[in-house]
């Protein structure tokens, strides 16, 4: 193998696996260590910069971040990143002289931006320090979107929500709310320099089985009832609910049926747990609350007696071998099965849904009827008009819609300067030795054996009398210590100089997870297979040096290191050192980013 | 010295032995030693043996005397016997023990310093009464513990790190085994675990006195460009290639086939087999003239021969010589233990 390029910053961005799998590629080590050291308001600031709302995503965020942490590989449970967020945000205290200043000169250029989610709002964020002038348009009467209506508030608080999308407002925004755009052609005719669009996908699919029609007083879209209970249209729903389907809205229904009235709430899914879409910690949540999930379940007909639902007839299905895309194949088991029921909630998945746009304004669709989007620019074929988060290329989640909200505010930015919108701005990047003293580092490199710290949780029969009693209470100060000390410091890397090594081997006896090689030189599957443990891992890479002295190289398999920095210690000659990688993603306003480039070096 | 403990986790795919333990259970605790110490290299490689061996640790007992090399027991088998004996009485206290309890394993760790000098008599005669025991110096040419003052083993082509000349010719310990009867003698670099553990393998496996030389430069010291103990000397000079070996047990298959007369197969006390291939036409370790030739030769010519250099296949331990009871003395009854003042009145009348 070639020696490893280690000043292509991909490349330690890589070993940061949390944030490397974040869209936004929040830098997490950073901001944990900020919350070990008591410095909240901080570590709010890099977590603000980046994903724009960490008290909201640090209790309802997917966080791609915590499959992909390292800790999941070397014990079982990863780093509760998202609860370490979450104290981040619950502790702040006051951030306001830390806010972009927002020019009172605005630069003459008006963007409107439709559908008032974390998409346009992220968009609105990062162009306002700039000087734009943001026009936010919603059909509903507050801003938040999704966030709002199909998230129920025993997740998040109104007041959590509410202070994250009203700081955003407070920059200037100028909201329409309450206003359904019904023309596309008709709102571009009102001169703005540029339009983003970001809809999310509204409407929920439905299902059409007999009996659908008759019993249709008491079938529910899933996410069209979580906004009726979010405005609070809704107050009540029956004895007896079956819910149909498995992601974490079916799972948000569930939950939301309880606090309702509900006393015999089901889920019914129609494939086998183990591929249900819905989030482990969600499914276990629910399950905690005493709701059943019956998997393998296919709905057949809604059963309807006197002219009013009675119950949910089910084909049971069974699994025969997998398919070409590693899915469960399922086939009807030949029994059925009847759930008798008040009310039935679907929540089978959201579709995208643009009847607003006018096919003839150089707007080009594809044969899904979804907008074509340049995956970089978030740009359409219609120059100047931008897509980002669900509506864009469907159902997705908020970091993802925040990640948009930053690459479209950037190409808007571009667009409106005359720019090229396709040439993207580089992220930043920096190296920097973390020695202190004879092994002493800037950095906690002591391992913690800790076990993952479980979130306390509010009393459960209280919880379940009250759909705005949060459920988790979040870390303590004491709780989020002993976690943040879970994490391995990922972004503080080993980086070898070769000329300087003697090949003692002492840091290859030293390494707790054994991933330090001294060997000859092979093509990758071969080395991968002679390291001390074989590299199986092949997402993660191997970091090869020049070649030693003896002909040999060193080969340290990324996969399992803990970032201890003992190589670097036990290294007689410092060809070891821990320095950090400070990675600094790209965005349209220097301003939003200051916490940020404060640890470039 | 590091200030924290070796992380408690583990690679999840280490692999485990017959005992079901990996290499990290036969660790001992953090080496207190100066990073890059060719000491911590064969602690090393005494753990990654042990564990190959599938040995339990219980069924070890790891002896040393005083020196940097003595404090290394620490550093592997924690949860063995051990005893840090006294300056250069490593010998004693592991024949005391071999004579009570002839079932352990015994590792003796010492240095230079404590074997070539102030133990240089214990050492001779723990190869003189064929202890069944592997000894192992850490041979790094100079007192590491006090400033790095030339050992008795230094090379006197090799001056201090300072320049500093060498006034006295060195004492090869590994020439003396082999004239004090000693039954497995071998050399090796720390540098170099293909060699080195092998040996290890071999010297625990051997019945009788195993001697280990193992060159270890001392990266505060004794590792400068003029040192003939730096890892860039030894492995410039190394004429490991010449003589290398591979170590079977005896639950293992031998699949390896060698050219007719470049190898040889040395069935060992366990049942387990060395195999020696690119055997040299001058050099056959059954043959101690011969070893000692090899090992003169190569001095004389500022090189190092490693590997294993010599080897008795017939040599009978302490144990057979003084035709001792087959049971350690803790497994005896105590009517055997104290046969009482009849007994003691026989011997006495046999001896007046």
């Known amino acids: ?601 | 010295m590091s200030y924290i403990a070796k992380p408690s986790a583990h690679h999840p795919a280490l692999p485990k032995n017959a005992l079901g333990l990996t290499r990290r259970d036969y660790e001992g605790t953090m080496s207190t030693l100066c990073a890059g110490c060719g000491h911590d290299s064969i602690t090393a490689a005494i753990i990654e043996a042990c564990f190959e061996m599938d040995l339990p640790a219980h069924r070890i007992a790891k002896v040393s005397g005083i020196g940097c090399s003595s404090k290394a027991p620490t550093y592997f088998l924690s949860r063995s016997h051990g005893f840090n004996s006294v300056h250069g009485r490593m010998p004693s206290i592991t024949t005391g023990a071999n004579l009570a309890n002839r079932d352990l394993v015994y590792i003796g760790v010492s240095g230079d310093g404590d074997t070539a000098s102030i133990g240089l008599g214990q050492f001779c005669h723990a190869v003189r009464r064929r202890l069944n025991m592997t000894y192992i110096v850490m041979n790094n040419g100079c007192y590491g513990l006090t400033k790095g003052q030339f050992s008795a083993t230094n090379d006197k082509s090799s001056p201090s790190k300072k320049g500093e000349a060498n006034p006295f010719e060195a004492i090869d310990l590994c020439q003396m085994a082999i004239q004090l009867g000693a039954g497995f003698v071998a050399r090796s670099f720390s540098g170099d675990k293909a060699q080195l553990i092998p040996l290890i393998k071999a010297a625990i496996s051997y019945k009788g006195f195993a001697f280990l030389d193992v060159i270890s430069p001392c990266v505060t010291f004794n590792n400068h460009p003029t040192s003939t103990k730096s890892y860039d000397y030894v492995r410039a000079h190394n004429m490991a290639s010449e003589n290398q070996l591979d170590y079977v047990e005896h639950k293992e298959e031998i699949t390896v086939d060698y050219a007719e007369g470049s190898s040889a197969s040395i069935e060992m006390h366990d049942g387990s087999l060395l195999l020696l291939h690119k055997l040299d036409q001058q050099h056959d370790p059954r043959n101690a003239d011969a070893a000692l030739m090899t090992i003169r030769t190569n001095a004389a010519k500022g090189s190092v021969a490693t590997g294993l250099l010599y080897i008795s296949q017939d040599q009978q331990d302490m144990h057979d010589v003084l035709a001792t009871v087959e049971q350690p003395l803790n497994a005896a009854s105590m009517a055997d233990l104290c046969p009482g003042s009849k007994a003691l009145e026989a011997i006495n009348a046999r001896l007046r």
Not at chain 1, 2 to 19: E, G, L, R
Not at chain 1, 108 to 123: D, E, H, K, N, Q
Not at chain 1, 405 to 425: K, L, N, T, W, Y
């Open chain 1, 1 to 601: 193998m070639a020696p490893t390029d280690i000043s292509n910053p991909k490349y330690f961005h890589k070993v940061v696996d949390c944030q490397w799998a974040c869209p936004t590629h929040t830098p997490v080590p950073e901001y944990i260590r900020l919350i070990a050291q008591g410095r909240y308001a901080a570590a709010y600031m890099l977590n603000w910069e980046s994903n724009v709302f960490p008290g909201i995503l640090g209790r309802v965020c997917d966080r791609p971040c915590e499959p992909a942490c390292r800790r999941g590989r070397v014990e079982e449970k990863p780093v509760a990143i998202c609860r370490l967020k979450r104290v981040a945000a619950d502790y702040k205290g006051e951030i306001d002289a830390f806010m972009p200043e927002i020019p009172a000169q605005k630069n003459g250029r008006r963007i409107a931006l439709i559908g008032a989610g974390p998409a346009s709002l992220t968009v609105a964020r990062d162009l306002l320090p700039l000087g734009y002038s943001c026009v936010l348009f919603d059909k509903d009467p507050k801003a938040g979107g999704l966030m709002r209506t199909n998230i129920p508030s025993f997740r998040l608080p109104a007041t959590v929500l509410d202070e994250e999308v009203e700081r955003i407002l407070g920059f200037g925004v100028e909201a329409r709310f309450g206003q359904k755009i019904k023309s596309l052609a008709t709102l571009l005719k009102d001169g703005y320099d540029a339009v983003f669009i970001g809809t999310g996908a509204p409407k929920g699919k439905d299902l059409d089985i007999p009996g659908r029609r008759e019993a249709a007083a008491n079938i529910h879209i899933g996410i069209d009832w979580l906004t009726s209970v979010a405005f609070e249209h809704v107050h009540t729903v029956g004895r007896r609910v079956v819910v149909i389907g498995g992601g974490n809205t079916a799972m948000d229904c569930c939950r939301t049926a309880l606090r309702l009235g509900g006393m015999d709430v089901k889920v019914t899914v129609r494939s086998p747990r183990r591929v249900m879409k819905a989030s482990a910690w969600e499914i276990e949540d629910a399950e905690r609350e005493g709701v059943p999930i019956l998997d393998n379940h296919a709905p057949k007909a809604f059963l309807v007696e006197k002219g009013r639902l009675k119950g949910v007839r089910f084909q049971k299905m069974r699994e025969v071998g997998i398919d070409t895309s590693g899915r469960p194949r399922l086939e009807p088991s030949g029994e059925e099965v009847v759930l008798e029921c008040d009310d039935v909630l679907m929540a089978i998945g959201q579709e995208n849904a643009f009847p607003w746009i006018e096919r003839s304004i150089g707007l080009e669709f594809d044969e899904r009827s979804m907008p074509k989007v340049d995956r970089a620019t978030m740009m359409s074929t219609r120059p100047g008009v931008f897509f980002g988060g669900d509506a864009a290329w469907g159902p997705e989640n908020i970091i993802w819609a925040v990640a948009h909200g930053h690459q479209a505010a950037i190409s808007i930015d571009r667009f409106c300067c005359g720019e090229e919108v396709q040439a993207r701005p580089a992220p930043h990047s920096s190296l920097a030795s973390q020695k202190m003293g004879i092994h002493e580092w800037s950095y906690k490199n002591d391992y913690s054996a800790v076990q993952r710290v479980a979130v306390p949780h509010a009393d459960k029969a209280q919880a379940l009398r009250n759909l705005k009693v949060e459920v988790e209470l979040g870390y303590d100060d004491q709780l989020a210590a002993r976690e943040a000390a879970r994490c391995l410091n990922c972004d503080v890397q080993t980086v070898f100089t070769a000329p300087l090594c003697i090949e003692c081997d002492a840091c290859m006896d030293i390494c707790p997870v054994d991933c330090i090689n001294f060997t000859a030189n092979d093509d990758e599957a071969a080395l991968r297979q002679k390291l001390r443990v074989p590299a199986r891992n092949k997402a993660q890479s191997l970091y090869i040096s020049d070649p030693l002295k003896t002909g040999r190289i060193m080969a340290k398999d990324e996969d399992m290191c803990l970032h201890c920095g003992l190589c670097a210690e036990r290294c007689p000659t410092s060809a070891w050192d821990m320095k950090k990688f400070m990675y600094v993603e790209a965005q349209s306003a220097a301003a939003c980013l200051t916490h940020h480039n404060a640890y470039l070096r």
